[in-house]
């Protein structure tokens, strides 16, 4: 026991933060269906005819004896008629269509996070947390996004049922970084005042300006150009006569 203590090491009092602030879910929430009022086999779903020739159109881009290759695609579209999330008729229906089990369906249902189990808001957020975008600022992002909208945490819909906010790994614009996706939009450069600016615009109903909010074009050099800032050759400049 002396041997023990001599040997102990006091341990902090103060409590260590977690690495992630989204919450916490059980695996039976992410990849177990239960039945609810609004979510069940027996609510109806099918393709809009103009969804239905985009299907079509779809599975004929793969061999017959493999349309089941156009799961991911026909889910997809499939959700974005659902206002955003892939339910259990949504799954069922692609099965069905398909020719596929049922279970081969939630098997990439469960898999992909590009598929919503929940019902969202009318604003889907998505706020990029991943090394480049946390360097540039992405933690006062998220605070900004989850307070502005009613004090709501990662994973939560504000009260009016206009936005979710969620919190993910890289969108690929880390050039641009802090950034988040808005439903289908990059909005890039961000500062927690010009994030409030697009959240203010989502929720009167508009669609402001995406990219970055900056004020730069696309990627190019905050700090100005730092190559091509000459003329470049023309054809048969530097040549000799004949050549010209």
């Given at each position: 026991m002396?041997?023990l203590?001599?040997?102990?090491?006091?341990r902090p009092?103060?409590t260590i933060?977690?690495i992630s602030?989204?919450c916490?879910?059980?695996?039976?929430?992410?990849f177990v269906h239960?039945d609810t009022?609004y979510?069940?086999?027996?609510?109806p779903?099918?393709?809009t005819s103009?969804?239905?020739?985009?299907?079509e159109?779809i599975?004929?881009?793969y061999p017959?004896?493999?349309k089941?290759?156009?799961v991911i695609p026909l889910?997809?579209l499939?959700?974005?008629?659902?206002?955003g999330?892939?339910?259990?008729?949504?799954m069922?229906?692609?099965?069905?269509?398909?020719?596929?089990p049922?279970?081969?369906v939630y098997?990439v249902?469960?898999?992909?996070t590009?598929?919503?189990r929940?019902?969202?808001?009318?604003?889907f957020?998505q706020?990029?947390?991943?090394?480049?975008?946390?360097?540039?600022?992405?933690?006062d992002?998220?605070?900004?996004?989850c307070?502005?909208?009613?004090?709501i945490?990662p994973?939560?819909t504000s009260?009016?049922?206009k936005f979710?906010?969620?919190?993910?790994?890289?969108?690929?614009?880390?050039?641009?970084a802090?950034?988040?996706?808005?439903?289908?939009?990059f909005?890039?450069?961000?500062?927690?005042?010009t994030t409030k600016?697009?959240l203010d615009a989502?929720?009167?109903g508009?669609?402001?300006?995406?990219?970055?909010?900056?004020?730069?074009q696309?990627s190019?050099?905050?700090?100005?150009?730092?190559?091509?800032?000459s003329k470049?050759y023309?054809?048969?400049?530097?040549?000799?006569?004949?050549?010209q």
């Amino acid at each position: 026991m002396r041997l023990l203590s001599r040997f102990a090491v006091a341990r902090p009092s103060a409590t260590i933060r977690g690495i992630s602030t989204s919450c916490p879910r059980l695996s039976d929430a992410l990849f177990v269906h239960r039945d609810t009022e609004y979510n069940n086999p027996k609510i109806p779903f099918a393709f809009t005819s103009e969804n239905m020739r985009t299907a079509e159109e779809i599975i004929s881009r793969y061999p017959q004896q493999y349309k089941k290759a156009a799961v991911i695609p026909l889910l997809h579209l499939a959700q974005r008629q659902n206002k955003g999330w892939t339910s259990i008729s949504v799954m069922n229906y692609v099965a069905k269509f398909l020719e596929m089990p049922p279970m081969r369906v939630y098997e990439v249902a469960t898999f992909y996070t590009m598929f919503n189990r929940e019902p969202i808001g009318e604003n889907f957020v998505q706020v990029c947390t991943t090394t480049p975008c946390m360097l540039r600022g992405s933690t006062d992002i998220l605070r900004t996004v989850c307070d502005h909208l009613g004090g709501i945490k990662p994973g939560g819909t504000s009260k009016d049922g206009k936005f979710t906010v969620i919190e993910v790994e890289c969108q690929g614009a880390c050039s641009n970084a802090p950034m988040m996706v808005v439903n289908d939009d990059f909005y890039e450069d961000l500062t927690p005042e010009t994030t409030k600016k697009v959240l203010d615009a989502f929720a009167k109903g508009g669609k402001p300006k995406r990219g970055p909010q900056s004020g730069r074009q696309t990627s190019e050099n905050l700090a100005g150009l730092t190559a091509l800032t000459s003329k470049p050759y023309g054809p048969g400049e530097f040549c000799i006569p004949e050549f010209q």
